[in-house]
């Protein structure tokens, strides 16, 4: 509920920061694209640290709720957004309160025992994947008829009410006070001969796979906008649902593929198509072919965002676990931060087309990480 609320928004935020808040398209919508898209994820990094303490000190489900109000309040008072300047400070507000996927699967990961843990971060994964799908539909056709300014808000409601199934159902067991520092919890896990080595590897991936991710988002909207005349809000939205259907699929039945090549090599396999999908987004020449490879995309970031969290998950020491999902959480931050930072940049110089270039290039750097330096969990 609370991904199809921001989803059901921030897909579309060069379409607003173009026709709503009067950037023209060209080298300042990249720029401004890549800022606003950008600058959420630099505060969550700064944040998440923050807020995984208090976790600890008050608790996870109170963090999970603080993330939804948090993201509720900032989405919706974009409503009022009239500069583009006042657009990068809520975004920012955004990154700095939010962050309800971090705070979802600490509180998973937490509460779950431990042989499940792999099982239950997919099923997350697949939960968020759903979200990503019905969202942009939704509000893509939403915005065609209403404005976007009213999907924001709409999406700040829709934040706002996916608290109260939070509030009325989820339990979390008592907190157990954690003995020693943060030095005895990387005694634990070098305990572990090489797990200090496979978990950088695997959390610097999760960044890698969200720089490649929140870049291709931002690039396909202003791709669509450089080939569809009208309508690109209904487009972009069918292209974005379709990725999410993909991915919430492959999150659950990534497994029975990891069964037989296990989890390193299916990883790896699915990176490399990433790269061939954001590849055919930057040659395709009709918006059809760019929807399919959006789609695509979806299908195989479905596989490497659990995959390596479920990797993680085994690789850690139950007494770590919040500790080092804590350090993910920075990294995705980081690379949501990352992604339109860099496609911005490249699109404003090079051209959209050269921008997909350079994340497939990236994603291909993704698969030579986790075929060199992962390792695949003992069964």
């Known amino acids: 509920m609370a991904i199809f609320g921001f989803s059901f928004a921030f897909p579309f935020l060069s379409i607003f920061i173009s026709h709503d808040l009067g950037v023209h398209q060209g080298r300042d919508l990249d720029l401004w694209t890549a800022a606003i898209a950008s600058v959420s994820g630099l505060s969550m990094a700064i944040a998440s640290p923050i807020w995984g303490v208090l976790g600890d000190r008050y608790g996870r489900k109170p963090m999970l709720i603080r993330s939804m109000v948090g993201g509720a309040l900032t989405v919706g008072l974009i409503y009022f957004a009239q500069t583009p300047t006042e657009l990068l400070v809520l975004r920012f507000l955004q990154g700095a309160t939010s962050g309800t996927v971090a705070a979802a699967t600490a509180l998973v990961a937490a509460e779950t025992p431990r042989n499940r843990v792999g099982w239950a971060l997919g099923v997350v994964t697949s939960a968020v994947a759903l979200g990503g799908a019905i969202g942009p539909v939704v509000g893509g056709l939403a915005g065609a008829a209403f404005g976007l300014r009213l999907v924001f808000l709409g999406g700040g409601i829709l934040l706002l009410l996916a608290t109260i199934p939070v509030l009325l159902i989820v339990r979390e067991g008592p907190r157990r006070r954690r003995e020693g520092s943060q030095l005895g919890t990387l005694a634990l896990i070098q305990q572990r001969p090489g797990a200090v080595r496979a978990l950088s590897v695997l959390i610097g991936a999760q960044g890698l796979i969200n720089v490649c991710n929140s ?79 959006v789609a695509l995309n979806g299908l195989f970031s479905g596989v490497v965002i659990p995959a390596t969290a479920s990797m993680i998950g085994l690789e850690t020491p139950p007494e770590a676990q919040s500790t080092v999902f804590g350090a993910n959480a920075s990294s995705v931050a980081l690379g949501f931060f990352i992604g339109p930072l860099i496609g911005g940049g490249v699109a404003a110089t090079a051209g959209v087309p050269a921008a997909l270039i350079v994340v497939a290039g990236l994603a291909l750097v993704l698969a030579a990480l986790i075929a060199a330096g992962a390792r695949e969990p003992a069964r």
Request: no cysteine; net charge positive.
């Open 215 to 293: 870049a291709t988002q931002q690039l396909v909207v202003l791709r669509l906008l450089e080939m569809v005349t009208s309508g690109v809000a209904a487009v972009t939205g069918v292209a974005f649902g379709l990725a999410g259907v993909a991915s919430s699929g492959a999150a659950v039945f990534y497994t029975t593929v990891t069964r037989r090549l296990g989890y390193v090599r299916t990883t790896a396999i699915a990176a490399v198509m990433v790269a061939v999908a954001v590849s055919l987004v930057a040659v395709a020449p009709w918006a059809s072919v760019v929807v399919a490879g």
